[in-house]
């Protein structure tokens, strides 16, 4: 039976019923209908019923620079290793030279500047000196490592023949992430095993990055004879050209980091697409006190992650109902601390009922925080239920954390597996059978027994991360969740035939 040809959309119909999911519907809006422009795409989310619109022009921007890495990729092949690794170097040395590093910095300045005037939280986007160091630690890493290319994974001998299993890059990674500067450099590290990267930064940082690839990032690929797709930036604030990006299928692998529904809607656009996603939405870290717990190492690692607002920072305490009268008060005193460390106060959620285990002080004062839109007074101690333990607390200067008691480590386990984003668990005992049993039975992909801070490709592996995943949406399938320039490769088979008269 002949088919007629598919029209390409054209316009919207206000009321329009859409299906997804199989057995749901969503409708069309008065305001898609009238945003929609000929040339557009609108993308219909089967996990969620989101109409994501995007308009052509962010279309043919991400288009372009697909374009550009896909065929810097087919160069990249030709690049020896001491070539990229020359790339690493002369990156890293651009950052630390002080006129381009004064150009990065006075960008940074005025990204800053907007974001607070906006009332946008700036934690991860101002460009300080440590980061600086970071980023230039980072790049020199992967100019000293081995490249996974052309590494022989496995062989297998048969007689008159052999089969060899050898690593291969991957191909063209997609990357979007928020106000995160330092990760320009980051995932810089797809190019050690030969892929190529196109970038889509949030517009907080838009400004930085402009300034990373002007006077170092494109520098550095010119003066290496790297092809100069090879990392490439799409210069667009446009959420959309995100969404274009991910939706984009010659990308082998799409890298989401920020804020949790922005990053889950990327990576259903992506999975959509057909393409293999890591993702890290959801942050915050869990931490157990259980019954045998070191006082002294328990505060410890409690101001220890508590020193800033990342995606491993402390979120949730546990600590066992037999331990509250001493625990309790050693936890709120790390919490003040941390506070007092950043010049600010704090801020404590207790579950409904747990709120007796506090001295009546903490029930009844106020304090002010520091908000990303100024600061407000709020109560020092907030109600919350037992349900909303997996929210993330994004705070500013004021460490914010739960509380919970628990009945013993089991209860904890089983609130850690049904309410929170399934990231990082740390158990503070003295038990080594309690630590066993806590591996085997949180679902979590990192697992500790101090501080939850560790949790970080550069500190705990010696090699920048590209990003963190955690397993909301399931575990990994044979991939870390941490995920850094040295782990993205696939395996091609290559066979030597010894002898020519060979047949099945």
């Not at 054209?10 to 997804?20: E, K, M, W, Y």
């Not at 106000?179 to 810089?188: I, Q, Y």
């Not at 959801?282 to 508590?306: I, K, N, P, Q, Y």
């Amino acid at each position: 039976m002949p088919t007629s040809k598919l029209n390409a959309l054209a316009c919207l119909v206000s009321g329009t019923p859409v299906p997804f999911g199989g057995d749901r519907m969503t409708v069309i809006t008065p305001e898609l209908t009238e945003a929609f422009q000929p040339g557009d795409h609108l993308l219909v989310l089967q996990e969620t019923g989101d109409l994501l619109h995007i308009p052509a022009a962010q279309i043919a921007m991400a288009a372009a620079a697909v374009d550009r890495a896909h065929a810097a990729f087919l160069e990249m092949s030709a690049i020896p290793d001491r070539g990229i690794g020359r790339f690493f170097d002369r990156f890293a040395a651009l950052l630390e030279d002080p006129s381009a590093w004064s150009a990065i910095a006075e960008a940074n300045r005025q990204d800053v500047e907007r974001a607070q005037g906006g009332g946008r939280s700036t934690t991860r986007l101002v460009a300080t000196d440590r980061m600086r160091q970071d980023m230039i630690a980072g790049l020199r890493a992967w100019r000293d490592s081995e490249t996974p290319r052309d590494r022989v994974v496995e062989r297998i001998v048969h007689a008159g023949w052999t089969v060899e299993q050898v690593a291969a890059p991957l191909g063209v990674v997609g990357f979007v992430f928020e106000g995160r500067p330092n990760v320009l450099a980051d995932a810089a590290g797809v190019l050690r095993s030969g892929n190529t990267a196109v970038f889509r930064i949030g517009s907080d940082a838009l400004g930085t990055a402009q300034a990373i690839m002007r006077h170092a990032l494109m520098p550095a690929l010119r003066e290496t004879g790297l092809p100069p797709g090879a990392i490439s930036l799409v210069e667009s604030p446009e959420r959309s050209t995100g969404w274009a990006l991910f939706a984009d299928r010659r990308l082998s692998l799409a890298v989401a980091r920020g804020s949790g529904r922005a990053v889950a809607q990327l990576g259903s656009v992506a999975r959509q697409a057909g393409t293999a996603v890591s993702l890290h939405g959801t942050g915050g870290a869990w931490m157990v006190a259980d019954r045998d717990a070191d006082v002294a190492r328990f505060s410890a690692a409690v101001e220890a992650s508590l020193d800033r607002k990342v995606c491993n920072t402390l979120n949730v305490c546990c600590i066992h109902r037999a331990r509250v009268t001493d625990l309790v008060p050693i936890f709120l005193a790390a919490l003040e601390s941390a506070g007092r460390v950043r010049g600010s106060g704090c801020k404590l959620h207790v579950v409904v009922g747990d709120e007796t285990a506090l001295p009546e002080a903490w029930r009844t004062a106020t304090v002010r925080v520091r908000r990303a839109g100024g600061e407000q007074t709020e109560p020092l101690t907030e109600i919350q239920s037992e349900g909303d333990l997996g929210h993330e607390w994004e705070w500013e200067d004021t460490p914010e954390v739960s509380l919970k008691i628990v009945d013993d480590l089991d209860h904890a386990v089983t609130l850690f597996n049904r309410h929170s984003p399934r990231f990082a668990a740390s158990l503070i005992s003295r038990d080594p059978e309690a630590h066993r049993r806590f591996y085997d039975t949180v679902n979590a992909p990192f697992v500790g027994d101090g501080f939850t801070r560790w949790v970080d490709g550069q500190y705990a592996l010696n090699q920048p991360e590209l990003g963190l995943s955690n397993w909301q949406g399931g575990r990994l399938l044979a991939r870390s969740a941490i995920l850094s320039g040295g782990g993205v490769f696939t395996v091609r088979s290559r066979v030597t035939q010894d002898d020519p008269l060979l047949r099945r």
